[in-house]
């Protein structure tokens, strides 16, 4: 696996590197020794599977809050996502800042997001399966999240008229929230 920290700083890109021959190719999705080397969490509490049936379907911005805040590692098994977090540690140098990341069943890219961040994605085609390893067990009551289109951040989405759930449009703007 090779690891890009992008400018958030936790915030990491991890490429598969396959072993290819005539029958495919195998590669590893995940070491805890490659993790510890660069201080990321590893001890996977859970994982769930995404199934969104239309292109264009937004979730998020997910996260949770302590102490039962939440690291995950995402990778796209079918079709393709923009993937986007936001960093919401208000100690941080990109506190508000956002990055985004394409993630397809065929670049083999991962993003593991750090405590701290608020998480979600679109669709970029129909039928599309986001596969996540959660390093903390999901607790409904630290659930929370912010608004997709929030202009405290100014996420730039892909596509217009997102899919998207009642609960996900619901989320007050950011600062307006409860802290938990």
Known sequence: ??????????AYVIDLQPMEDERGYFARSFCRKEFAQYGLKF?????NVS???K????????FQLPPKA???LVRCARGSIYDV???LRSNSPTYCRWTALELTESNLKMFYIPEGFAHGFQTLSDDTEVFYQMFEFYSPEHASGVRWDDPAFGIRWPLDNPVISRKDRSYPLFGKQSSG
């Open 1 to 10: 696996m090779i690891f890009t920290e992008t400018a958030l700083k936790g």
């Open 43 to 47: 001890d996977v509490a859970q994982c």
């Open 51 to 53: 199934f969104n049936r």
């Open 55 to 62: 292109k264009g379907t937004l979730r998020g911005m997910h």
């Open 70 to 72: 939440e690291a995950k």
């Open 85 to 87: 977090i936001v960093d």
